[in-house]
């Protein structure tokens, strides 16, 4: 008689278990909660390929309209992914069989808006899947972004009026010997995130941002701010705070005292202006 009753119990609570886990893959999954606008979310740092990935996403009556998926490289002339594959540089046509990153991307993001499946799960070891036809690369991170969008807050809307990735460089190398640049990404009119870099007329050096950040710069050997990479994130985080790089008041110097953290000469501010005239 006890076996039965701990027999039945089981069943119930197996049933009860499943239920659960069924609802809560339901919730998960559910786009019926969001209000609409603009959701965003990007890698927390750069990957061991060099690139931090993005992604931008539209949501109107409960459903995702429109998705860009891209990505910001610490090394790559400081230009966004897609713009690298479309100026030839990425290389992956030479021996993917399903074309270029960016056309691979598009298959992606197309089949996110015919599913409407944010809790696409099927993936191989390497993060690649069968189940989209069209694409080869690696798409769990994609997905994994995705649901991190969808759980923060939509974007404001900002003082801008067209959306993307806007970039401005240096003419030329300075005395120092770098050529500075600066990568813009913009969603709903709003700022969220800035990539400030510079590349070196020694070919043998990597970006300073890598420079730096490796320990070959040098600057944390002089400066009480901290190494350029610190200070850098410093002044990209005062742009993304004030919303305008036209706000902050640059000196004569190059400084700008109202960024408490960062000694270093502000380029960042006006190569920011610049690139975001497009986007005005």
């Avoid at 240096?170 to 500075?180: A, L, M, N, Q």
């Avoid at 007329?201 to 701010?225: H, P, Q």
């Avoid at 036209?246 to 109202?258: F, P």
Wanted: hydrophobic share 45%; with cysteine.
């Amino acid at each position: 008689m006890y076996k039965k009753i701990f027999i039945g119990l089981f069943v119930v609570l197996s049933i009860l278990v499943l239920a659960f886990s069924v609802s809560c893959t339901k919730k998960a999954a559910s786009l019926d909660n969001l209000a609409d606008g603009f959701y965003f979310a990007q890698n927390d740092d750069f990957q061991e390929t060099n690139w931090k990935y993005q992604v931008i996403l539209q949501v109107n009556d409960g459903k995702i309209t429109a998705v860009n998926w891209n990505a910001v490289s610490n090394i790559a002339g400081g230009l966004d992914k897609k713009t690298w594959c479309a100026m030839g540089k990425y290389g992956m046509e030479k021996y993917a069989t399903k074309g270029e990153w960016d056309v691979q991307a598009k298959v992606v993001e197309d089949y996110l808006i015919s599913t409407q499946n944010i809790g696409f799960n099927k993936f191989d070891d390497g993060g690649k899947t069968d189940a989209i036809s069209g694409s080869t690369i690696v798409v769990d991170d994609f997905y994994a972004l995705v649901n991190k969008a969808l759980k923060a807050k939509a974007v404001s809307k900002g003082p801008f009026n067209i959306d993307g990735w806007y970039y401005a460089e240096d003419e030329s190398f300075g005395y120092s010997g770098w050529k500075d640049s600066v990568l813009v990404t913009v969603v709903n009119g709003t700022i969220v995130d800035v990539l400030w870099n510079s590349i070196s007329e020694d070919a043998s050096k990597k970006s300073k941002l890598v420079e730096a950040r490796e320990g070959r710069y040098g600057m944390e050997k002089v400066a009480t701010k901290g190494e350029w990479h610190i200070q850098a994130k410093v002044i990209e985080d005062e742009i993304l705070k004030v919303g305008d790089p036209a706000l902050i008041k640059v000196l004569d110097n190059g400084r700008a005292d109202a960024v408490s953290g960062a000694t270093i000469t502000c380029d960042a501010v006006p190569l920011a202006v610049e690139a975001l005239a497009a986007a005005r």
